[in-house]
């Protein structure tokens, strides 16, 4: 599994250029909100009790609180028939006034106990589903991972993930306690009195009406505000990776140009959006306040006709103030309600991605493969179907031959290591190490099989050490100094400040060179039997190459290792050279017979070294 995972990181480092892509844009609309509710439901199954405890405690506390005003009316006509007469009930008064507290307190408890259970719903469900959408992706075959974009993938696991787990904890709960709210406010209203029950309500839907045109005008500025940000923030990752380049070309002006062009737009979207969505406060606010002077208006007027009691208005107050709020509550829960829905399902369509084959029963291990050799039958595979890479590829790779993989661009060099090493399978034919088919094998067995130095550098947050010994378990200080001797990186991971315990991340002061001695030394530190190694030289100096070949060279004897190479000179000594071309063997043999048939190769040295140079 360490290997896959390593494949999974050399995947990730080619995929993380051109800008964050793949996040999901505000207010993004749902293909089927039905089928995103259902998928929900059905993934957190067992944990829908919390779910019902959840809403049963919204319910029970918007229920609790409603009663408040009803009883405050009660008061208040107490207080004032006894004003007039004299006699004031103080019993009466102070009995509901308990009874009031006592419900303003469980309603409190029974809202945290909604807090608590929708919050352990969504923390639990949020965790499960990054677990496992990690073990989902160690699962999916590598052309997926490998067609997709790192910023996709990143998306799914936080931005989608994050954005469901708020609205899961927060907005649909609000939504149901705004629903109740509402719907109890209105009955509550008309059973206690009619006439100020539509007054309110006609405000109240004068200002829905009016919030709903806001929302349905600031909302394409939402969606471009996120487009511009994110073609802003994508400007300057690429700006600051390569600053080099824009330095040394002058570009500075350019790039300046262009931030301020995107930034002037973001500044107007940004200030469009959050101008609109920022009047909707302030219009619910003022036709709350229209609701409170028609209830004490009209109400005063009812009281003077003798047709309602002061205490009503007073709880019509109170009501007018809990209705409003609620529309609020329900226009933008929906719109992230919308957005939640979006992010499931693209989430729940990556679980739905096909997965590799179950490996039960083939082989985990395999014995002496320092003597066996590498055999291709017949291989032939292409990235995109009826368009192949490898055409009919045959050939034997004897045990402890030093093969090198040579050609131009595209002849399929790195495609050949990518079929050994089970990255992809083969559209057909068959490759054995040691007369035993690799598809015959679990991917951890091939995996396990090689070590590889690739031209990307991969080394991850953590200490030198950790990076060293990355795949492999129970590595000894000796073995691992030993190593990094070898290599020549020992001397300066001690000029670092904790040596082998220094903790690497992206500020660590790193040539890219001293990157590849660092990756060249965990290969010799995992000591498998064969060896690939993809371009391993090529982002060091000649000093520094030298070093690295005669490491090479120890760490070759004995093993059948695999060298892709477009400097020829670090190949001179291999035994076997294959010359590809357009996804064939053009040419084979060692070096000086190639150089003697004056033919592909030739031409490739040729380009490289001008005739009589000293190599």
Not at 58 to 82: E, R, Y
């Amino acid at each position: 599994m360490a290997k896959d995972s390593y494949s999974l990181g050399q995947v990730e480092m080619k995929t993380t250029g051109g800008g964050p892509r793949g996040g999901m844009r505000a207010a993004e609309k749902p293909q089927s909100f039905r089928n995103s509710v259902k998928m929900i439901l059905k993934y957190s199954r067992s944990l829908l009790p919390l779910v019902i405890i959840g809403i049963g405690c919204a319910v029970l506390s918007v229920v609790l609180t409603l009663f408040g005003p009803n009883m405050l009316k009660d008061i208040t006509n107490m207080i004032q028939a006894g004003m007039k007469t004299g006699d004031m009930d103080l019993d009466g008064i102070v009995h509901i006034t308990v009874i009031l507290l006592i419900l303003y307190v469980i309603s409190g408890f029974v809202a945290y106990a909604e807090t608590y259970a929708m919050t352990t719903y969504s923390s639990r469900m949020t965790q499960r589903m990054r677990n496992d959408i990690s073990a989902k992706l160690n699962r999916i075959p590598l052309s997926r991972v490998d067609s997709s974009s790192f910023g996709d993938l990143l998306s799914r696991v936080t931005n989608d993930v994050d954005t469901l787990n708020m609205a899961l904890d927060r907005t649909v709960a609000e939504m149901i306690s705004a629903a109740i709210t509402f719907i109890g406010c209105m009955i509550m209203m008309l059973i206690t009195n009619l006439k100020l029950a539509l007054a309110a309500i006609f405000f109240a839907v004068i200002g829905f009406a009016g919030m709903r045109y806001i929302i349905r005008v600031s909302q394409p500025y939402f969606v471009k505000r996120s487009v511009f940000l994110g073609q802003l923030n994508g400007h300057i990752e690429e700006m600051y990776a390569g600053h080099v380049i824009v330095r040394g070309y002058n570009g500075e002006e350019a790039s300046e140009e262009e931030f301020n062009r995107i930034n002037e737009l973001l500044y107007e979207t940004n200030w469009k959006s959050q101008f609109l969505s920022g009047l909707m406060m302030p219009i619910m606010e003022f036709i709350s306040n229209l609701g409170y002077v028609a209830v004490c208006v009209y109400g005063a007027y009812l009281v003077g006709k003798g047709e309602i009691a002061f205490g009503v208005i007073v709880a019509f107050i109170i009501y007018v103030k809990l209705f409003t709020q609620p529309l609020t509550q329900l226009a933008e829960g929906t719109t992230n309600i919308q957005t939640a829905a979006a992010a499931a399902e693209r989430i729940f369509q990556l679980f739905e991605e096909p997965e590799m084959e179950d490996e039960t029963g083939k082989i985990e291990s395999v014995d002496n493969i320092e003597q066996a050799a590498v055999d291709f039958e017949h291989v032939s595979f292409g990235y995109v179907p009826g368009k192949p890479v490898i055409h009919d590829f045959t050939f034997t790779v004897y045990p402890g031959h030093k093969v090198a993989i040579v050609g131009p661009t595209g002849a399929g060099k790195t495609t050949l290591v990518n079929l050994l090493m089970r990255f992809y399978e083969t559209d057909s034919g068959s490759i054995s190490i040691g007369g035993t088919k690799i598809s015959d094998m679990t991917r951890e067995c091939v995996h396990s099989l090689f070590c590889m130095v690739l031209q990307d550098t991969w080394l991850f947050r953590g200490t030198v050490r950790e990076n060293l010994t990355f795949g492999k378990e129970h590595v000894s200080d000796e073995e691992m100094i030993n190593a990094c001797k070898s290599v020549g990186i020992h001397r300066y991971i001690m000029s670092l400040p904790k040596g082998y315990d220094t903790e690497l991340n992206d500020d660590s002061n790193m040539s890219v060179g001293q990157r590849q001695l660092m990756t060249i030394a965990r290969a010799m530190i995992t000591d498998a039997p064969l060896l690939i190694l993809d371009e391993a030289t090529s982002s060091v100096d000649t000093r520094t190459e030298q070093i690295v070949q005669d490491a090479m060279n120890k760490l070759t004897e004995g093993r059948t290792s695999f060298t892709i190479a477009h400097r020829l000179s670090t190949i001179r000594d291999a035994d076997i050279i294959l010359v590809m071309k357009d996804g064939d063997i053009v040419e084979t043999g060692n070096h000086e017979e190639l150089l003697a048939q004056n033919g592909f190769y030739a031409g490739l040295w040729n380009s490289q070294f001008t005739e009589g140079a000293a190599i």
